[in-house]
């Protein structure tokens, strides 16, 4: 429950979902006294210019821009040997009816990344991480460390290369499994890859509490950097004014990250 509760929370905290709240708050307000009659106005109208702001994509880049260019200073050009390559969940979807292989999505990334890693010879061991995280009864999903090794063999690496973390469901399980994992086999240094924008709340978490010695690898950038991003127009400015589902997405991505680092530093996780 307490699991639960910690996918369910945050979301009224999010713009979609706060925006919603205001607005329903509005409604409701609207049915009572003259002065909650005049606050659900100003509750309706400020849920719908937060949802408005997220989803611009002027916002949205900046938020965005903050993770990941913070990942892309802590990912070092030249990157070192280590003990193991780990590859955070997160980006692939099961082989289940009608999908007749495992399917890569948005942050497949992680894998294809750590694989390139492996295959430059920067690690022996690739640990493909991930529990399954579902709500419903009956799931037939296997653990998503499985996918990423199903799919791991099939694109050329032998099953000897591969350990799994099935088991983790947060970043800060995988990190304290992966701690032990490492522990176990007397490791010392580990890549560590994950999307740029999960990067910042990734290492810190590894940092405190796998007792290793942690090398980032920031993949799976939603955007270029500012430098490469072209010149503004009036097009393309009035264009970022204006609200995009996309953009309200990737805004909640960062929203969520920034969320989630503040909470692991309060739990002492980072």
């Given amino acids: 429950m307490g699991f639960l509760l910690s996918k369910l929370l945050p979301l009224a905290i999010y713009p979609l979902g706060l925006g919603l709240l205001l607005q329903l708050a509005g409604q409701v307000g609207r049915a009572g006294r003259p002065w909650t009659r ?19 994509p002027l916002t949205s880049r900046q938020l965005i821009w903050g993770l990941e260019e913070r990942s892309a200073a802590l990912t070092p050009k030249a990157i070192p040997q280590a003990d193991a390559v780990v590859v955070l969940g997160g980006g692939l979807r099961p082989k289940l009816p009608p999908r007749q292989a495992v399917e890569v999505a948005e942050g497949g990334d992680r894998l294809l990344t750590g694989l390139r890693l492996m295959r430059q010879g920067k690690a022996p061991l690739l640990v493909t991480s991930g529990a399954r995280v579902s709500f419903t009864a009956a799931d037939p999903a296997p653990p998503e460390a499985l996918w990423a090794r199903d799919l791991a063999i099939e694109l050329g690496l032998k099953p000897s290369q591969i350990l799994l973390n099935p088991g983790s469901r947060t970043t800060a399980e995988e990190a304290q499994a992966i701690g032990e994992l490492g522990r176990q086999r007397g490791w010392k240094r580990v890549l560590l890859v994950t999307s740029a924008f999960h990067m910042p709340r990734s290492l810190a978490t590894f940092q405190r509490r ?39 997405y990737l805004s909640t991505v960062a929203l969520k990250e920034h969320v989630g680092l503040v909470a692991y530093r309060f739990k002492g996780w980072s």
């Fill in 210 to 248: 796998s007792g290793l010695t942690v090398i980032p690898v920031a993949c799976d950038y939603q955007l270029v950097d500012l430098a490469h991003s072209g010149r503004v127009t009036p097009g393309s400015f009035v264009k970022d004014l204006l609200p995009d589902a996309e953009f309200l």
């Fill in 38 to 56: 005049r606050l659900s106005g100003w509750l309706s109208g400020g849920g719908m210019a937060l949802i408005w702001v997220f989803a611009m």
